[in-house]
């Protein structure tokens, strides 16, 4: 899986917030603890609903191939008990321009016991949904929840 979102931040500005634990936390749909055990590592614990499999995964990753604030790939492991076990990588590239910040990522992932069951359709449209989730999550956290269209009716012609 491949994407990228543009985030109204700067480089440096995302780049912290990536390697913060706190808004990661915050971000992570379904994450319910996330601890930094050393520099470039964290263990954490995330409840997800996957078609009919919901488990709790606990796992920890780490970043490697750190360029700061350019780039780096992070990786890692979750097991879930019965429902399996999910391991990849994600290389992270940050890209400054216009005020912005392009966030590109390319992910590698594997899953086992009855999360390769579901197949890689429903195991992929989650795993979007997710990021795309993550993603609203992380920019409203760096830039504040975005404003409502203007709804207001009352000066359209009838």
């Known amino acids: 899986m491949t994407g990228e979102h543009r985030i109204a931040a700067s480089r440096e500005d995302v780049w912290a917030a990536l390697n913060d634990p706190e808004v990661l936390l915050a971000c992570i749909p379904g994450c319910e603890t996330l601890e930094q055990t050393a520099d470039n590592r964290m263990i954490a614990e995330v409840v997800q609903k996957i078609g009919p499999v919901k488990a709790r995964f606990k796992g920890e990753v780490e970043l490697v191939n750190v360029v700061a604030p350019e780039s780096y790939t992070i990786q890692g492991e979750g097991k879930g008990g019965v429902a399996g076990f999910a391991r990849g990588a994600a290389d992270v590239t940050l890209t400054e321009g216009d005020g912005e910040t392009l966030l590109s990522y390319a992910v590698h992932a594997q899953v086992g016991g009855k999360l390769a069951q ?28 975005e404003e409502p269209a203007d709804t207001d009716q009352s000066n359209a012609a009838i």
């Open 118 to 145: 579901l197949g890689n359709r429903l195991i992929n449209s989650t795993s979007k949904k997710l990021a795309n989730r993550f993603f609203d999550n992380f920019s409203a956290h760096l830039n504040g929840p």
